[in-house]
Every structure is written in C-alpha cells, then in structure tokens.
Antibody, heavy 115, light 112 residues
Framework: EVQLVESGGGLVKPGESLRLSCAAS????????MSWVRQAPGKGLECVGR??????????DYPVPVKDRFSISRDDSKNMMYLQINSLRTEDTAVYYC??????WGQGTLVTVSP | DVVMTQSPLSLPVTPGQPASISCRSS???????????LSWLHQRPGQSPRRLIY???NRDSGVPDRFSGSGSGTDFTLKISRVEAEDVGVYYC?????????FGQGTKVEIK
C-alpha cells in the first residue's frame, strides 16, 4: 500500500532552519515525481517545490517566493524525501505535506515559527 | 502563475440534493501533450486532502460515482449528484499543467 509519512516539524524561532522528512512506502520515490505543499492555518494550499523522477533527471523546481530558502533532496536508499527550510519566517508557519503530485498525500507535519 | 478561481466559496447544501462547484483558470490548462491536468481535492476538517478527480473527469479509485467532473480549457465543474453528510469539508481545484501547480481558494461545503 502506498503511504507517505512526514516528520520533523515543530516550534522554531525566526531565522532558524528546519529539515522535514517524508518517508515513502509501497513504491519507489526515485520513480515518482514528488511535491511539497504547505497549508497555513485556516488557509489554502501552496506548492513549495517538486522533484522529478530519476528517469526525468531528478530535476528540482521551486516557486519564485521560496527558491532562495527551500531545498528538496531525496535519499533513494532510504526511500525518503526531505525539505530543508532556511531563514524561517513567521509566514512559513503551516502544515507541510508531501504528495505524489496531488494523487496521494501524507498526514502532514506542522511547522510553527514564532519569536 | 496560473490563477485558479473557485465559486462559490461557501456552499450550504441539503442532504440528497445536488451541488456544483465552478473552477476557472487564468489560462488554458491544455498541456502540450494534449492532456488537461485539472484535479479536484476534498479536505475534511483536520485531515489531509484527498484527490477525487484527475484529468478533468476521471474518478480516483474508491470515489463514489455521485462525484463527477467536467469542463475544458479554462472552465471546469465538480458536481455532486446527491450530497451526503460525509461530503462536508473544503473542495479545491488544482492544476498541474503549468509550473508551479496552483490551487483554487477552496469551497466550503456544509450541511444545512
């Protein structure tokens, strides 16, 4: 069964960094286009990055608003994907989901950025 | 970025009655490969989104047939033929044709 489990969220101060993890099971991450999507409290959904499959070159793309602070990586040996967020801002407070291009979603991990 | 505009944003419904949500995109969602990558998601309170419909009109496995999607180009519709209590929550349209993927604002469906 396909399953995605995020972890690594928590309470952090502005300017700090955090690495979120997405553990996949039931399929190989390396064969799949994966995205990170966030949802601020009471708000809508926003894609913050994508990594393509190995056959599509492992290309990583970021939307302009986050491209200087967000970094996606993948460890195929562990079937894990990561989202590194640097210089955290209060507006980064959100639940962060990993998703197979919207088809399947994890349960999310909450990141709270507060002084 | 492609702007996705949903209407209405709030939809009170009576169980057993039909419901319809509109989604319009700021540019055509027809991909160069000929597909239209427009999906509909459902998010219950406190839960992750769940995809219901992909490529405009294809229901995901396990999605009741009371849900249907239609449309083309820039105008799309999600219809629920007979609303049930479990259908409450927020519905989002999502486009994956253009980078970055973008979402509608969400339509909150509640039971009258």
């Amino acid at each position: 069964e396909v399953q995605l489990v995020e972890s690594g969220g928590g309470l952090v101060k502005p300017g700090e960094s955090l690495r979120l993890s997405c553990a996949a099971s039931g399929f190989p991450l390396s064969n799949t286009w994966m995205s990170w999507v966030r949802q601020a409290p009471g708000k809508g959904l926003e894609c913050v990055g994508r990594i393509k499959s190995k056959t599509d070159g492992d290309t990583i793309d970021y939307p302009v608003p986050v491209k200087d602070r967000f970094s996606i990586s993948r460890d195929d040996s562990k079937n894990m994907m990561y989202l590194q967020i640097n210089s955290l801002r209060t507006e980064d407070t959100a639940v962060y989901y990993c998703t197979i291009q919207g088809m399947r979603w994890g349960q999310g991990t909450l990141v709270t950025v507060s002084p | 970025d492609v702007v996705m505009t949903q209407s209405p944003l709030s939809l009170p419904v009576t169980p057993g009655q039909p419901a319809s949500i509109s989604c319009r995109s700021s540019q055509s969602l027809v991909h160069s490969d000929g597909n239209t990558y427009l999906s509909w998601l459902h998010q219950r309170p406190g839960q992750s989104p769940r995809r219901l419909i992909y490529k405009v009109s294809n229901r995901d496995s396990g999605v009741p047939d009371r849900f249907s999607g239609s449309g083309s180009g820039t105008d799309f519709t999600l219809k629920i033929s007979r609303v049930e209590a479990e259908d409450v929550g927020v519905y989002y349209c999502m486009q994956l044709t253009h980078w970055p993927p973008t979402f509608g604002q969400g339509t909150k469906v509640e039971i009258k």
